[in-house]
Nanobody, 115 residues
Framework: QVQLVESGGGSVQVGESLRLSCAAS???????MGWYRQAPGKQRELVAS???????LYADAGKGRFTVSRDNAKGTGFLQMNSLRVDDTSVYYC??????????WGPGTQVTVSS
């Protein structure tokens, strides 16, 4: 059983940056990490993902502002968020897919952007 620990959320002003981290317990291999967010009253949506070959995918909302990365040795993924906007306010979740068949979710971290 893999556990995910997220960190880096918080409250910032418009235009500022945050870096989210998601660390997996134990040693993992063959993993893809996705970052999702869910605002109150809305569905959870994909923000970005990165696979084991470091191929990245971005939803339109984060293109040009967000950067997803990973540290394979540490089993950790990152989401660098720049030029944050009020509508980026959400709970952000990391999602880990191991070898295609296992899926885990982090507990979520709150990101609040105010003007």
């Amino acid at each position: 059983q893999v556990q995910l620990v997220e960190s880096g959320g918080g409250s910032v002003q418009v235009g500022e940056s945050l870096r989210l981290s998601c660390a997996a317990s134990g040693t993992i291999s063959g993993w893809t990490m996705g970052w999702y967010r869910q605002a109150p009253g809305k569905q959870r949506e994909l923000v970005a993902s990165i696979n084991q070959r470091k191929v990245t995918l971005y939803a339109d909302a984060g293109k040009g502002r967000f950067t997803v990365s990973r540290d394979n040795a540490k089993g950790t993924g990152f989401l660098q968020m720049n030029s944050l906007r009020v509508d980026d306010t959400s709970v952000y979740y990391c999602n880990l897919i191991l070898k295609v068949v296992e899926e885990y979710w982090g507990p979520g971290t709150q990101v609040t952007v105010s003007s």
